[in-house]
């Protein structure tokens, strides 16, 4: 074997099982396109121009005839020129799940993410931008992709051993360091802690400001049962039961700064995971949205009110500002966070619900959907409703590209198009697009 550091380790290769590939460009999904006698193979854990040993993830018996297989690299052969010793040990093909791109170099993540972004775009048929301009950015002072992640979800086996779960799996694995989770999470050493009976995940919290948070989660997990260990130092702690939030130290809330302004969010609620995030997108809704001074915005899939502030700011007091979000406590919260915005009302709906019960229309929208994305239900309503502005953020490609198109049918053009590497070490990238009437 060769004495190669960025190689993985070798796994004897099985015939007919294990098939050796030449990766090729990117696929959606994190995985790199490969062809066994002519067929396509989707391959996890490689990087473009490898040789490797891959074990297929699928039946070559019972799906001969499928158009595609599978599969994931279980030994690289001959390593691409991006690939570099994994940032995260644990995090291996066959380790936990999240960081399925933490052996590539991360200017070559972004690379590959912005082709894989370009592919989507065009395959959904947008035409009103020049796709090849789309770029995933890093985030400001981002080094190195470390040390980023602020909401980390730990899974907990019966034994009450603290680990992480492997792609698609409900196995429970030792997650290690976990370097891509904030220094206040990893401080906590779940790992190394064994936690109470009736455990079945932990979410830690890293805020940006106020302590970090620790909720325990379990259907039947019992209150009293549980000793705050002296490792989480004054951070927070609440369990969640299916009686709810139960806080044991701290209201089971987190507090998050952007600029001058506090959020409050829910222990286990939304908010946007990297730490520069926050920042980072309200800088971008603030240059793009224009939301007409004394005019009116709607901040749709709102949560507790980070861009219904900015549209706030922008229409000022003689404005107004709806910011819709589903979930009762973060909806809540909105209300308590703009408190201070008289402009500002909340509305706890379903969005599409609501837009198409909505008569008469708005100046400027944005909207910030979940990995579904907004659908071409909502965006031909939006395609009518909103005179001047859209601004949508989104954490999925490949809806975004969807609903896209959509709009671009109904009258609207994209003027901007920005991408960011707000998840390193994975495929995930979030954007900001910015439509006007055509
Ligand atoms: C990606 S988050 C964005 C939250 C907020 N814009 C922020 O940046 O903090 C999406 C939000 O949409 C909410 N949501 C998901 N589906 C929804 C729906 N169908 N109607 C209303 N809100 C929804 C979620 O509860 C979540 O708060």
Known sequence: MSTDPRRVPST??????????????????????????????????????????????????????ARF????????????????????????????????????????????????????????????????????????????????????????????????????????RDAGENPLAAAAIRDLRLGEWTAPEGTEAIDAVAPSAGPASVVLIGRELDPSAIEIPE???DADVAVRTGRGLIPLRGDGTVHERVGERMFTVSATGFWQGHRRAAELLTD?????????????????????????????????PDGAVITIEGNRRASQLAGENLEDL????????????????????????????????????????????????IVYVSCEPSTLARDLAAIEKAGWKIVDLRAFDLF???????????????
């Open 12 to 65: 004897p290769a099985v015939p007919g099982r294990h098939l050796t590939l030449t990766v090729g460009p990117p696929a959606a999904g994190g995985t790199f396109v490969a062809r066994h006698e002519g067929r396509v193979v989707f391959v996890r854990g490689t990087a473009p121009g490898e040789t490797v040993t891959a074990r297929l993830l699928d039946d070559p018996e019972k799906q001969a005839d």
């Open 69 to 172: 297989w599978r599969a994931e690299a279980i030994d690289v052969l001959e390593a691409g020129v991006d690939r570099l010793p994994t940032v995260w040990e644990e995090a291996s093909v066959d380790g936990v799940g999240g960081a399925e791109w933490a052996h590539i170099a991360l200017p070559a993540q972004r690379r590959i993410a912005s082709e894989v972004m370009q592919e989507l775009l065009r395959r959904a048929g947008v035409t009103s931008y020049p796709i090849e301009d789309v770029q995933v950015e890093p985030a400001p002072h981002d080094i190195d992709g470390l040390s980023s992640r602020t909401r980390v979800r730990f899974a907990v086996d019966g034994d009450g051993r603290v680990g992480m779960r492997p792609w698609r799996s409900h196995e429970v």
């Open 231 to 233: 490792a989480w130092g």
């Open 284 to 316: 971008v809704v603030e240059t793009t949205l224009r939301a007409p001074r004394g005019g009116s915005a709607w901040d749709l899939y709102g949560g507790v009110g980070l861009f219904a502030a900015t549209a706030a700011e922008q229409v000022g």
């Open 342 to 389: 008289p402009q500002v009302s909340t509305a706890t709906a379903d969005v599409v619900d609501w837009v198409r019960a909505r008569r008469g229309g708005v100046d400027v929208v944005v909207l910030d959907p979940p990995r579904t994305g907004a659908g071409v239900e909502l965006m031909g309503l939006l395609a009518r409703a909103v005179r001047q502005r």
């Open 424 to 438: 390193p070490h994975t495929h995930h990238v979030e954007s900001v697009t910015v439509l006007e009437r055509a």
